[in-house]
C-alpha cells in the first residue's frame, strides 16, 4: 500500500517507538492505517500520539502514497493544517502550507465536496434566508470577530466599485429594492450618514458627487420608467 521510501521508513519509526512508550498528558488518536485506505477501528491499528507526532505522520502521509488515494491524505493533512484548537497549534511556515495548496488543486477539481454553485443554485440558498430571523446577539459578535480586521487595497476597490454601482441601480431604477427591510439601527446610521453628507454640501466643505451614466444605463432607465407609467 505504502511507497518503501524514507519516509515510510520515519512513519513507522515514529509509530513503533510510540508503542512501546506511555504518554503523560494530551495524546491524539491516530490510525495506522488510514481509514480513508480500508484501515479499521481494531485496537491493533489505533495508536497515541503527541499533537506534534500526530501532524507529522500526516505529512508523512502524503509522501508516501501516490496515485488516485494521495488526495485523501493531502485532504487529511489539510485539515489538520487549518483546525486547530487549543491543544493543537502547529506552526505550519508559508513554504509549506503553499505546496500542500498546490497538490491539492488537481485533486479539488470536479471532485465531490468542491462546490462549485451556480448562480440558480445561489438565487435558491438566497430566497431560502429570507424571511429568517437572526439569533439575538448575531450582529453584535459579528461585529466583534470582524474588530481590528483590514480590508487590502485590491479588496476596498472592489468593495468600492460594487457600492457605486449599486447606488446607481437603486436611483436610475435598474434593480427594484421592493420589499427589503432595514433595521431600526441601520435607518438611524443611514440617516444620520445622508444629514452629515448634505451638511458638509451646504456648507461648500465637499462637493456633490456626480455620477456619469452610460448609454445602457440611460436606456434601461427609460425603459423601466416607461413600464411604471399608468397608460389611462
Given at each position: 500500500m505504502f511507497t518503501e521510501n524514507k519516509y515510510t521508513k520515519w512513519y513507522y519509526q515514529i509509530i513503533n517507538n510510540a508503542k512501546n512508550r506511555l504518554v503523560e498528558g494530551y495524546t491524539e488518536n491516530h490510525h495506522v492505517i488510514p481509514k480513508s485506505l480500508g484501515g479499521s477501528n481494531d485496537p491493533d491499528n489505533l495508536?497515541?500520539?503527541?499533537?506534534?507526532?500526530?501532524?507529522?505522520?500526516?505529512?508523512?502521509?502524503?509522501?508516501?502514497?501516490?496515485?488516485?488515494?494521495?488526495?485523501?491524505?493531502?485532504?487529511?493533512?489539510?485539515?489538520?493544517?487549518?483546525?486547530?484548537?487549543?491543544?493543537?497549534?502547529?506552526?505550519?511556515?508559508?513554504?509549506?502550507?503553499?505546496?500542500?495548496?498546490?497538490?491539492?488543486?488537481?485533486?479539488?477539481?470536479?471532485?465531490?465536496?468542491?462546490?462549485?454553485?451556480?448562480?440558480?443554485?445561489?438565487?435558491?440558498?438566497?430566497?431560502?434566508?429570507?424571511?429568517?430571523?437572526?439569533?439575538?446577539?448575531?450582529?453584535?459578535?459579528?461585529?466583534?470577530?470582524?474588530?481590528?480586521?483590514?480590508?487590502?487595497?485590491?479588496?476596498?476597490?472592489?468593495?468600492?466599485?460594487?457600492?457605486?454601482?449599486?447606488?446607481?441601480?437603486?436611483?436610475?431604477?435598474?434593480?427594484?429594492?421592493?420589499g427589503h427591510k432595514h433595521s431600526e439601527e441601520r435607518k438611524q446610521l443611514i440617516s444620520q450618514k445622508s444629514k452629515n453628507y448634505w451638511e458638509k454640501v451646504r456648507l461648500g466643505l465637499i462637493e456633490r458627487k456626480k455620477y456619469k451614466m452610460t448609454p445602457e444605463q440611460i436606456a434601461k432607465r427609460s425603459k423601466s420608467r416607461s413600464k411604471k407609467v399608468d397608460i389611462v
Open positions: 495508536i497515541k500520539l503527541t499533537a506534534r507526532e500526530h501532524f507529522i505522520c500526516h505529512l508523512l502521509l502524503t509522501k508516501m502514497i501516490d496515485g488516485h488515494q494521495k488526495h485523501k491524505m493531502l485532504r487529511a493533512y489539510k485539515c489538520m493544517v487549518e483546525w486547530q484548537n487549543e491543544n493543537r497549534f502547529y506552526k505550519v511556515n508559508s513554504k509549506l502550507y503553499e505546496s500542500l495548496k498546490k497538490q491539492c488543486v488537481p485533486w479539488n477539481k470536479g471532485k465531490k465536496g468542491v462546490q462549485i454553485v451556480s448562480e440558480e443554485t445561489r438565487k435558491k440558498i438566497s430566497e431560502s434566508h429570507k424571511g429568517k430571523v437572526k439569533p439575538e446577539g448575531f450582529a453584535e459578535n459579528l461585529r466583534k470577530l470582524n474588530t481590528g480586521k483590514t480590508h487590502t487595497e485590491e479588496t476596498k476597490k472592489k468593495l468600492s466599485e460594487l457600492g457605486k454601482q449599486q447606488y446607481l441601480e437603486c436611483r436610475t431604477g435598474l434593480k427594484d429594492f421592493t
